[in-house]
């Protein structure tokens, strides 16, 4: 058929391409036609050539045509469907203005007749067939009714007939003695289960009527003549079911039934050992089953607790009282006495035993024979307890009660009369810069002192709180730190205070330094404030460096002499802060008037500088000046000027000390040049040399800021002694050091009657005034 449409087809190219061919003079009117069948689907011919869908053409005016429908009024099968389940009737042909029941129809182009149509019927082939299980029946197992009639399937398993599109199907099964008609399925749809179906033909389809086997199911009851549900449905016994073999059934049963001598019975159990309500399946052989349900007599069986009232869980479910149950002779329960429970009126309770002396709080018990006439009784005994309640302010706290971590709020419980030691702890953090501080325990709106609460429970229940207070940190620094000197009031040990105090600050400048002004928690610039302790502070104190000269801050450099004042062209020491901005030594010979930025100047005259530091400078004092009361001037470069005063004085003596192994001693040379020391001792035939300053004046008159000549000797003016132990000595020779500035010599002789040791005092007297007295080693 596929090769015949192709080699005709060609024919249905429109003619109005010919037409547009033809010589002038002779054009044609042509008519549009378009024939088709419905539904789509059955073919037909037109002048011969086959079409399987509508087609379209253009016929001349008046031109005759032939359409046929191939197969007369009978059946026809589209070959759209090889399985031949759509079948087909002719109805006739149809068009504008008319109708024809022939087959085959000839007519004349008409432009007022645009569409001939074949009018079709359409049919479904609907199968019916039975199955038993999970197959073809191999024996009759029951029977089927279409739209009232009876099917006679004979040997065959399928039967088959045409139905017309949107036709129902009435069905109707029925189940042969050991069968069960199991329900009705459509194609792969869901199955349905009941024995009476409607089904609306909308498509060719297989509906097949399920059957499976089944068998006689006994059910009994011990006693007899009691009853249950079976799928919903109300069975009293002895009754015999059938059932599919395989299939599942719901068995529901009521706990509480009377038998005929209206005694009580308790449901005890299946035979298959199913639970009160529970699925059965039916076994997959032929022999018939049996199932019974067995009941036992009902015991009235009563729980108490002592004291009344108070909970207990009986078979899994925490139930209140009263406990009052129907439990069958011989049956098996758990009960369960809490451990500790309050009561209504909040008192609590712990689990002491069982009124038949088991002391163990969960149990499980049978229930006896003979309970069914007597009753069955069990109580629960419970002794008072005093409950303790611990909170805190604030909340979440770990105290200790007895030894034991107890994160507040928590309650314990102990038996009345026992002795409760709770401990909180003294302070916790409450964040950075603060903390809460413990104060005491409150019972009863009374706050007790700090400590631990120690006290015998007497009452069902006892709150205490630990109550606290809010500390937060005040920190109070300095820039820089060694700058102030700080009064705070009301003090703290530690820097905490209580958030509800108000705090006063004052800062006064140490030596060497100005308030600048206050930065953090404070500002400005007046030296003192106060905040309030609701939250953590700090403040810190801004201070400038200035120069500072400390009271009586001019002295021999040597050390500390016995009597004030200094001697001229010694060399001195100005002590004092911030006196210079980084430390530095001058040359020896000729020294320098600046030194690290720093000048000292009597008057318009300005000092030899030996060394300058932020601490110390030392100085040449000038040769030239009287005794008397004189002012010395210090300047830093960038910071403001300094003034000290001191006194000028004729003889000044101070010995040099040197310090070894931590041991400070005088400053004395061997007659080799070496340093007298413990290991290396002073000998009494050798020449020794002391070292000094401020010993008055020297003739000829020393230089101020140059080393001194080395010849002549500058000899000092005044009588010098030197006393060893208590031993007196007269230098051979006392001078200014030659090439030094400011530095004396003495030298001198020991002899017998200087005492020996490690350290023998030594110190020289000028003109009527001591020395600085340092140790000295003697052999």
């Known amino acids: 058929m596929k090769n015949l449409y192709s080699k005709l087809s060609w024919i249905a190219v429109p003619l109005l391409a010919v037409a547009a061919l033809a010589p002038a003079g002779h054009a044609q009117t042509l008519s549009a036609v378009t024939i088709s069948s419905s539904p789509d689907g059955p073919w037909f011919y037109v002048d011969g050539t086959v079409y399987f ?237 049996t199932i019974t349900e067995t009941f036992a007599p009902a015991a009235s069986s009563l729980l108490y607790t002592s004291p009344p009232f108070l909970s207990l869980v009986v078979d899994g479910q925490v139930l209140p009282p009263p406990y009052s149950f129907l439990w069958g002779v011989g049956s098996t329960h758990t009960v369960a006495a809490p451990a500790s429970q309050t009561d209504a009126q909040g008192n609590t309770w712990k689990f002491k035993s069982w009124d038949d002396t088991v002391t163990t709080p969960a149990r499980t018990i049978t229930v006896p024979v003979g309970a069914d006439v007597n009753g069955f009784r069990l109580e629960a005994l419970y002794t008072a307890q005093a409950q303790l309640t611990v909170g805190s302010s604030p909340a979440g706290l770990t105290v200790t009660v007895d030894g034991s971590a107890c994160a507040t709020p928590c309650s314990v419980l102990r038996s009345m009369g026992t002795q409760v030691h709770v401990s909180a702890p003294a302070s916790v953090s409450a964040g950075s810069g603060s903390r809460e501080d413990f104060l005491g325990w409150s019972t009863g709106g009374a706050t007790l002192a700090p400590g631990d609460w120690i006290a015998t429970l007497t009452a069902p229940s006892t709150t205490i709180s630990a109550t606290y207070h809010l500390m937060n940190s005040l920190t109070a620094n300095a820039n820089p730190p060694g700058g102030a000197s700080w009064t705070i009031l009301p003090a703290s040990p530690d820097g905490f205070y209580d958030s509800q105090t108000l705090v006063t600050l004052a800062v006064s400048a140490q030596p060497g330094y ?85 000048t000292a100047r009597m008057g318009n005259n300005l000092l030899p500088l030996y060394f300058a530091s932020p601490a110390q400078i030392n100085l040449q004092v000038p040769p030239d000046l009287a005794p008397g009361a004189q002012t010395i001037t210090v300047s830093s470069l960038g910071m403001p000027d300094v003034n000290t005063n001191f006194t000028i004085v004729r003889n000044a003596p101070g010995l040099f000390p040197v310090v070894l192994d931590g041991q400070t001693y005088a400053l004395v040379l061997h007659q080799d040049g070496t340093l007298v020391t413990p290991e290396s001792p002073a000998q009494r035939s050798e020449v020794l040399t002391l070292y000094g300053t401020g010993l008055g004046p020297t003739n000829p008159a020393r230089p101020e800021g140059i080393g001194v000549p080395a010849t002549p000797p500058y000899l000092m003016q005044d009588p010098v002694t030197v006393q060893v132990g208590s031993s007196i000595f007269t230098p051979q020779s006392a001078f200014a050091a030659p090439g030094q500035v400011g530095l004396d010599l003495v030298q001198f002789q020991l002899d017998s009657s200087a005492p020996s040791g490690n350290a023998v005092p030594l110190y020289l007297t000028v003109n009527g005034v001591s020395s600085n007295t340092l140790p000295l080693a003697i052999q």
Request: charged letters at 5%; a negative charge.
């Open 53 to 289: 869908h509508a087609m379209s053409a253009f016929w001349p005016v008046g031109s005759l045509h032939t359409l046929t429908q191939p197969y007369g009024t009978s059946y026809v099968y589209n070959n759209a469907f090889p399985n031949q389940t759509i079948q087909y009737q002719f109805q006739g042909w149809q068009w504008t203005g008319g109708s024809s029941s022939q087959s085959t129809l000839q007519v004349i182009a008409d432009p007022s007749i645009t569409r001939y149509t074949a009018n079709y019927t359409e049919q479904y082939l609907v199968g019916i067939q039975m199955s038993c299980g999970s197959g073809p029946c191999t024996a009759v197992p029951g029977g089927v009714i279409v739209n009232g009639a009876a099917l006679n399937f004979g040997a065959a398993n399928t039967l088959s007939s045409w139905a017309a599109a949107g036709a129902s199907q009435a069905l109707q099964a029925y189940s042969n003695p050991g069968w069960l008609f199991a329900g009705w399925q459509v194609g792969s749809n869901p199955v349905v289960t009941s024995a009476i179906d409607t089904i609306a033909v909308n498509a060719p389809m297989t509906i097949t009527a399920l059957f499976i086997p089944s068998k006689t199911i006994t059910f009994t009851t011990n006693p007899p003549n009691m009853f249950f549900y079976a799928d919903g449905e109300l069975i009293t016994t002895p009754y015999n079911m059938q059932w599919g073999l395989g299939t599942a059934h719901t068995l529901t049963v009521t706990a509480l039934q009377n038998d005929s001598a209206n005694k009580l019975w308790v449901f005890g159990s299946w035979s298959d050992g199913g639970a009160a309500s529970h699925t059965y399946t039916v076994g997959a052989g032929s022999n018939p089953e």
């Open 514 to 598: 100005r308030f600048s002004n206050w930065s953090g928690d404070l500002s400005g610039s007046v030296p003192n404030g106060s905040l309030s302790m609701s939250v953590p502070h700090q403040v810190l104190a801004q201070f400038a460096s200035v120069p500072y000269v400390a009271p009586s801050g001019v002295s021999n450099a040597a050390g500390t002499l016995p009597q004030p004042g200094v001697a001229p062209g010694s060399v001195a020491s100005i002590y004092g802060a911030n006196l210079a901005a980084a430390t530095a030594v001058g040359p020896v010979s000729p020294m320098v008037q600046t030194l690290a930025g720093v």
